[in-house]
Every structure is written in structure tokens, then in C-alpha cells.
């Protein structure tokens, strides 16, 4: 019985010890610093996912317009403020401020469509055309170089700011 006790405990113990573990470790990954051009990259994959799928869904299309119109404010915010002072990146960092604001213009249009209106589809596949080029330019050429220039920490701080702001900013939507 004793020894049964101890057993017990022991096994107690462990698992406790594990638990602990486990927290330690999931506090570290949230504290840890994430790259800005990792985590713009994450949000592009959701915005693929949300366009792919939406076509007359309202729900989904105003989970997309949240998520494109809070991306594009802290892009312009957080990492192109730098860039654009960049000489080598000033051509390419405009061009995507630009885009981001036909984008914007396409978003307001259908959100004040009814999605029954013969122009909703339309409209929606010119956004879902001129978004993806944007995302392939931005990962093909402006992410690619930039990360050339920023240093880790840059990127780093950039990143730990990115989250935060989303966070704070999707609340509102
Ligand atoms: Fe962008
Ligand atoms: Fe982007």
C-alpha cells in the first residue's frame, strides 16, 4: 500500500513536472519574436484561403475586407514606412502602396453590392485576380530584398509590433 502511495505520487509528480513544461514552453513561443516578413507572409496565406472561397458568402467576404483592410494598414504602418526610405526599394514600396489602394476601392464597391447584382462576380474575380498578383509581387521581389536590408532585430521588433497591432485592430471590425 506504501508503495503504492509513493507510486502515485511519483507519477503525480510527473505529470505535474510535464504540465509545467508545457506551459514554460508555450509562454516562450508566444513571447518569442516573429520575423514581420514570416508573419505578413502567414496573412497572405489566410487571405488566399478567405478569396478562394467566398464569392457570394457575406460573412466571408467581410472576414476578408477585416482581414485585407487591418494587412494593409500595418504593412503601410510598420515595415513600408522604413522601406520607403530605402533608394532601392522606394520604386516597388510605392507601387504596393498603390495597390493596396485599388484593392481598397474594389473591397468598398462590393461591400456596398448586393451580392444578387450581375456585377458582384465580376467585380469579386478582378479582386481575386489583382489581389494575388499583388501577394506574388510582394513575396516574389519587395519581401525577398527587404529582408537583405532589415537586420534580425528590426525584423524581429517589426513583427512583435505586427501582432500586436492586428490583434488590437481586428477587434474593432
Ligand atoms: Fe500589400
Ligand atoms: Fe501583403
Do not use: C
Not at 478569396?51 to 487591418?70: C, H, M, P, Q
Not at 522601406?83 to 507601387?95: G, M, P, S, Y
Not at 510582394?138 to 497591432?165: A, H, N, V, W, Y
Request: glycine content about 6%; overall charge negative.
Amino acid at each position: 500500500m506504501n508503495q503504492l502511495t509513493r507510486l502515485f505520487g511519483l507519477i503525480a509528480l510527473l505529470i505535474g513536472g510535464i504540465v509545467i513544461i508545457g506551459f514554460v514552453m508555450y509562454g516562450i513561443r508566444l513571447k518569442k519574436p516573429v520575423n514581420i516578413f514570416d508573419a505578413l507572409e502567414d496573412d497572405h496565406s489566410e487571405i488566399r484561403e478567405l478569396i478562394n472561397g467566398t464569392y457570394d458568402d457575406r460573412e466571408r467576404f467581410s472576414e476578408l475586407k477585416a482581414l485585407l483592410d487591418v494587412h494593409h494598414q500595418l504593412e503601410e504602418q510598420i515595415p513600408f514606412e522604413v522601406l520607403k526610405a530605402e533608394a532601392n526599394l522606394v520604386k516597388d514600396t510605392l507601387e504596393a502602396i498603390e495597390e493596396h489602394h485599388v484593392i481598397e476601392l474594389l473591397l468598398g464597391e462590393l461591400a456596398n453590392l448586393p451580392t444578387e447584382d450581375d456585377r458582384w462576380l465580376a467585380k469579386f474575380s478582378v479582386l481575386q485576380e489583382f489581389t494575388e498578383h499583388h501577394l506574388e509581387e510582394e513575396e516574389e521581389r519587395l519581401f525577398p530584398e527587404s529582408r537583405k536590408i532589415l537586420s534580425e532585430g528590426q525584423m524581429g521588433d517589426m513583427g512583435m509590433r505586427f501582432k500586436e497591432e492586428k490583434a488590437r485592430l481586428l477587434k474593432q471590425y
